[in-house]
Nanobody
Framework: QVQVVESGGGLVQAGGSLTLSCTAS????????MGWFRQAPGKEREGVSC????????FYAASVKGRFTISRDNAKNTMYLRMNNLKPEDTATYYC?????????????????WGLGTQVTVSS
């Protein structure tokens, strides 16, 4: 049984930082890419960042590039998203996802396994 669980969300002031974590377990594929997505009320889910199985390849949405950093520790089955200089427009529910391949694009359809999300709220 595959489980994907996010943690680390919360309330932060604009300009502040947060680190999200995501742990994936139960995957039987030989390596899997992971990604972060977010969804604000009334908006579509959008890709934030993704990372290959080895961590050597990463991709960021233009809106977060230079502020967010994605990383992973496969020994711990955990992926991270360090978010710096947060803005009110970053407020959303953040979802972690795992793909069935070692690389995946930053689009929801490339991911098979999803967490329930963690809320990030940035106050102005």
């Amino acid at each position: 049984q595959v489980q994907v669980v996010e943690s680390g969300g919360g309330l932060v002031q604009a300009g502040g930082s947060l680190t999200l974590s995501c742990t994936a377990s139960g995957l039987t594929v030989d390596g899997y890419a992971m990604g972060w997505f977010r969804q604000a009320p009334g908006k579509e889910r959008e890709g934030v960042s993704c990372i290959s199985w080895t961590g050597s390849t990463t991709f960021y949405a233009a809106s977060v590039k230079g502020r967010f950093t994605i990383s992973r520790d496969n020994a711990k089955n955990t992926m991270y998203l360090r978010m710096n200089n947060l803005k009110p427009e970053d407020t959303a529910t953040y979802y972690c996802a795992a793909a069935g391949a070692r690389w995946a694009r930053l689009i929801p359809g490339d991911y098979s396994y999803w967490g329930l999300g963690t809320q990030v709220t940035v106050s102005s």
